[in-house]
Antibody, heavy 116, light 113 residues
Framework: QIQLVQSGPELKKPGESVKISCKASGYTFTDYAMHWVKQAPGKGLKWMGWINTYTGKPTYADDFKGRFVFSLEASASTANLQISNLKNEDTATYFC?????????WGQGVMVTVSS | DIVMTQSPSSLAVSAGETVTINCKSSQSLFGSVRQKNYLAWYQQKPGQSPKLLIYLASTRESGVPDRFIGSGSGTDFTLTISSVQAEDLANYYCQQYYDTPNTFGAGTKLELK
């Protein structure tokens, strides 16, 4: 069956970096884009952007340009999200979601806490 | 960016009631090529990832109970849940995928009366 399994929770200090992974299984990884969605505590869902898993080209929403990087380890069917120079407002759960018609499959989410 | 306005923000219901959640987009989500509306509805329970309920405005995802009905076209959409069950208590989000950035409504919290 199709699964997206994300890495575990992270506790970081302001200014540090974090890398989150999303490992796909049950389908051909390069056939579908991977999207990333942020959810701050108690808040709604915010689309961060997506990465073309065939070409590796990322597309970022305006609010996520600069410190956020989408990357792939295609041989491992894994998409990654790296956030540099972490800020308190980056505290959130980050979801990966398989593209296609819309997001039929989601990872379980990774809670990133930024605190001094 | 397409703005998604969802209402109400919260709704208190009793089991067995029928509820309606509305979602309005700032521009039409109707695609002329496929003649479809690019609107999805998700359910999210605390501590869980969102679950797709409806896509293309009215197509129910496999395994979703038929008490969940999506309707609407253009800029106005509705999610109707008939005979609400206790397991339906959750947050509901609409999302447009007509254009990037894909945008979500602010959510509707369905609570028990």
């Amino acid at each position: 069956q199709i699964q997206l399994v994300q890495s575990g929770p992270e506790l970081k200090k302001p200014g540090e970096s974090v890398k989150i992974s999303c490992k796909a299984s049950g389908y051909t990884f390069t056939d579908y884009a991977m999207h990333w969605v942020k959810q701050a505590p108690g808040k709604g869902l915010k689309w961060m952007g997506w990465i073309n898993t065939y070409t590796g080209k990322p597309t970022y929403a305006d609010d996520f340009k600069g410190r956020f990087v989408f990357s792939l380890e295609a041989s491992a069917s894994t998409a990654n999200l790296q956030i540099s120079n972490l800020k308190n407002e980056d505290t959130a759960t980050y979801f990966c979601a398989r593209g296609g018609d819309t997001y039929h499959y989601w990872g379980q989410g990774v809670m990133v806490t930024v605190s001094s | 960016d397409i703005v998604m306005t969802q209402s109400p923000s919260s709704l208190a219901v009793s089991a067995g009631e029928t509820v309606t959640i509305n979602c309005k987009s700032s521009q039409s989500l109707f695609g002329s090529v496929r003649q479809k509306n690019y609107l999805a509805w998700y359910q999210q329970k605390p501590g869980q990832s969102p679950k797709l309920l409806i896509y293309l405005a009215s197509t129910r995802e496999s395994g979703v109970p038929d008490r969940f009905i999506g309707s609407g076209s253009g800029t106005d959409f509705t999610l109707t849940i008939s005979s609400v069950q206790a397991e339906d208590l959750a947050n509901y989000y609409c999302q447009q995928y007509y254009d990037t950035p894909n945008t979500f409504g602010a959510g509707t919290k369905l609570e028990l009366k």
